[in-house]
């Protein structure tokens, strides 16, 4: 069976031109999305296009934008296709898959370099993540007391790198987070700074 698909958006008035078209495509069913973009997710008359269509159906189409805007939805409408067992025909596009089944397969490499980018992505942004939590800190629990002690104080980021022989970026790392609280912490008894800092007390 020949199968059509129409869909306007909100400033298309009709449905007629692409009626026709289809209609001289000798489409013997019609599915209709009106007033619908093609941003949307949601395309009912797509939807149900696709769960009537059965292997050795054709679904026609007056153009790719009336499926999807982003060339990847569009690919990946072209593979649901080709696991149904149905050809698709675009008109002004010029697309047939009767006539030339390889754009199945082009549609396909380009939906798997697709996935692929994605997981390379996701990977990336995992190992960013991991780093942004940062490395375990060069200083034990009592040098990160005692250097946050020390800026309380009035040491410089110098002067306290300088006194644990690591360097200046080790204790930005571990006093920025602090910074808005240092006046707060001076001349408070080690052991509360320990709760405040690390959630424990010292085991007595």
Do not use: W
Not at 175 to 194: C, H, M, S, V
């Amino acid at each position: 069976m020949i199968r059509g698909y129409i869909r306007t958006d909100k400033t298309e008035h009709t449905k007629e031109d692409q009626m026709e078209e289809l209609r001289a495509a000798n489409c013997e069913t019609f599915r209709v999305d009106e007033g619908i973009s093609r941003r949307s997710f949601l395309k009912p008359g797509l939807d149900g296009l696709m769960q009537e269509a059965v292997a050795g159906d054709v679904l026609v189409f007056c153009s790719l934008d009336r499926v999807a805007e982003y060339q990847r939805d569009i690919a990946e409408f072209f593979v649901k296709c080709q696991v149904l067992g149905v050809d698709v025909v675009v008109l002004r596009e010029g697309l047939n898959t009767l006539e030339n089944p390889g754009v199945f397969q082009v549609m396909a490499a380009f939906v798997g370099f697709a996935r692929g980018l994605d997981d390379e992505r996701r990977a990336l942004a995992i190992e960013k993540a991991k780093r942004k939590q940062g490395r375990p800190s060069k200083l034990s629990e009592e040098q990160q007391l005692e250097a946050v002690e020390m800026k309380a104080s009035g040491k410089t980021i110098s002067q306290i790198a300088a006194t644990f022989s690591v360097s200046r970026a080790t204790i930005y790392s571990l006093l920025e987070p602090k910074t808005k609280k240092l006046d707060a912490f001076a001349n408070i008894p080690r052991d509360e700074l320990r709760e405040i800092m690390f959630g424990k007390r010292e085991q007595d």
